[in-house]
């Protein structure tokens, strides 16, 4: 299937400090693009893949598994390790959970995480009912578009599969026992009002996470797609200003190994 017009992965080779970005359940690349973007014009190395069975139709999302989401990031991160002295790892909503998980296992090879929103728990009693309803229902409505800035869009899907619910909601479970994994440096931002993942869950991650380094920041304008919301520019600046604080070399050229115009290029970042 072809991939949804702005749904395309996104890479730009810059210096010797690199950002993987990850997107959230049935959303794209394109949720997080204007951020990479951002990034890569300070001089950073940035990837932005697109996760497999997202970006073209929810039925094609219903035959992956968590699995596949994240060795989709893992294998992106992996990339950027050999090319980068430092690699962050950031995300949106699902995102921010296997950005956690990346740093979870990974270790030293991430220098620091930043999350918005991040999902840890599929929340309602409908959830512990989805290992039988997903065998009957096949999807139900949903949840992009969750932003307060009007003319603002999200491109994702209009519809949630129910096998691929029942895997994000395995998926947290299994974040949920790592995060004490977590020790490096955390920026967290928050929704004060968001209608997709509510704050308990952010709240959650910081209560779990052996991070000495935590920013927790409120956003106090955006729903749950802040990233294409009114604080995005805020969002964009703390987590440049995040990194920068880390890895004095942002913005350096690596020695050897440099390509790539100024500008990002699309469409290297991932296989799907």
Not at 98 to 105: F, K
Not at 162 to 174: D, E, G, K
Request: proline share 7%; hydrophobic share 40%.
């Amino acid at each position: 299937m072809p991939v949804l017009p702005g749904a395309e992965p996104y890479r730009h080779d810059g210096g010797e400090v690199g950002v993987l970005l990850c997107h959230g359940f049935t959303g794209s690349p394109q949720s997080l693009r204007p951020w990479a973007e951002h990034l890569a014009a300070r001089g950073l190395t940035v990837s932005l893949p697109l996760l497999p069975g997202h970006g073209t139709r929810w039925q094609d999302m219903a035959v992956t598994g968590w699995q596949d989401w994240y060795a989709e990031v893992d294998r992106a991160l992996r990339d950027l390790t050999e090319r980068c002295s430092q690699v962050f790892v950031a995300g949106l909503s699902m995102g921010g959970a296997l950005a956690l998980r990346l740093a979870a296992l990974h270790g030293d090879q991430v220098a620091g995480v930043v999350v918005v929103n991040p999902g840890n728990k599929v929340h309602g009693l409908a959830a512990h009912a989805l290992p039988v309803v997903r065998h009957l229902v096949p999807s139900i409505k949903g949840i992009v578009d969750d932003i307060a800035k009007e003319g603002s869009h999200e491109v994702g899907y209009s519809r949630v599969p129910l096998h691929s619910a029942h895997q994000l909601r395995r998926f947290f479970q299994v974040v949920d026992r790592e995060l004490p994994q977590v020790t490096q440096p955390l920026l967290l931002l928050h929704s004060a009002v968001d209608h997709v993942v509510p704050p308990v869950d952010s709240a959650r991650v910081l209560s779990r996470v052996s991070s000495r380094d935590v920013t927790e920041i409120l956003l106090e304008q955006s729903y749950h797609v802040a990233t294409l919301d009114h604080d995005a520019d805020r969002i964009f600046e703390e987590s440049h200003a995040f990194i920068a604080r880390l890895a004095p070399s942002v913005g350096k050229t690596p020695s050897a190994g440099v390509s790539g115009p100024g500008e990002g290029a699309e469409g290297t970042a991932s296989s799907g």
